[in-house]
T-cell receptor
Framework: DTGVSQDPRHKITKRGQNVTFRCDPI?????LYWYRQTLGQGPEFLTY????????KSRLLSDRFSAERPKGSFSTLEIQRTEQGDSAMYLC??????????????FGSGTRLTVV | KQEVTQIPAALSVPEGENLVLNCSFT??????LQWFRQDPGKGLTSLLL?????REQTSGRLNASLDKSSGRSTLYIAASQPGDSATYLC??????????FGKGTRLHILP
């Protein structure tokens, strides 16, 4: 296992198109997180899964965004009808939990989305 | 609402100097604090994780301290090198399910 993998690394799309990103976490990690980062800012929380259950969604995650984690393995983040404001780096992270305490995050390399 | 602030926003120092990056947070009820490094256009690399019951962690030339009561953490980098140039992000775990980031400190080590 080489860490958290994200695909694609870069995506350029036209406004109004749908895009889907994939994240493969570290296999033994039961928690998976999605963050969004714009230039000059720290990452902002979008949503997280414990196993296959999506437990929290940020208000940043509008109705155009949907995330899934079937069978508690990889996760996908889909953005429908993309807007220029969606342009950002989308980061995935995973962690393991013991007694409801997270033991640090491991991030992937991110997917950079550019909406033109 | 937890807020994380990092000072300074940017820092340039000559190679070989020791330096300190600062992080402050408004709510002391944290589970842990993590320092990350981010190179331009790249993802985040975890440097050090300090659990709420710990005071500091060390890895090589890096030392991070945590003072929960005052809501502060520092990252100390000894004998800085040009390869240390990057953005350093501080993040606190507010519950067991997500972390809140600061905006980072952009560090430039001058050869």
């Amino acid at each position: 296992d080489t860490g958290v993998s994200q695909d694609p690394r870069h995506k350029i799309t036209k406004r109004g198109q749908n895009v889907t990103f994939r994240c493969d976490p570290i296999s033994e990690h039961n928690r998976l997180y999605w963050y969004r980062q714009t230039l000059g800012q720290g990452p902002e929380f979008l949503t997280y899964f414990q196993n296959e259950a999506q437990l929290e969604k940020s208000r940043l995650l509008s109705d155009r965004f949907s995330a899934e984690r079937p069978k508690g393995s990889f996760s996908t983040l889909e953005i429908q009808r993309t807007e220029q404001g969606d342009s950002a780096m989308y980061l995935c992270a995973s962690s393991s939990s013991l007694a409801d305490v997270a033991y640090g995050y491991t991030f992937g390399s991110g997917t950079r989305l550019t909406v033109v | 609402k937890q807020e994380v602030t990092q000072i300074p926003a940017a820092l340039s120092v000559p190679e070989g100097e020791n330096l300190v990056l600062n992080c402050s947070f408004t709510d002391s009820a944290i589970y842990n604090l993590q320092w990350f490094r981010q190179d331009p256009g790249k993802g985040l690399t975890s440097l050090l994780l300090i659990q709420s019951s710990q005071r500091e962690q060390t890895s090589g030339r890096l030392n991070a301290s945590l003072d929960k009561s005052s809501g502060r953490s520092t990252l100390y980098i000894a004998a800085s090198q040009p390869g240390d140039s990057a953005t350093y992000l501080c993040a606190v775990s507010v519950r067991d399910d997500k972390i809140i980031f600061g905006k980072g400190t952009r560090l430039h080590i001058l050869p």
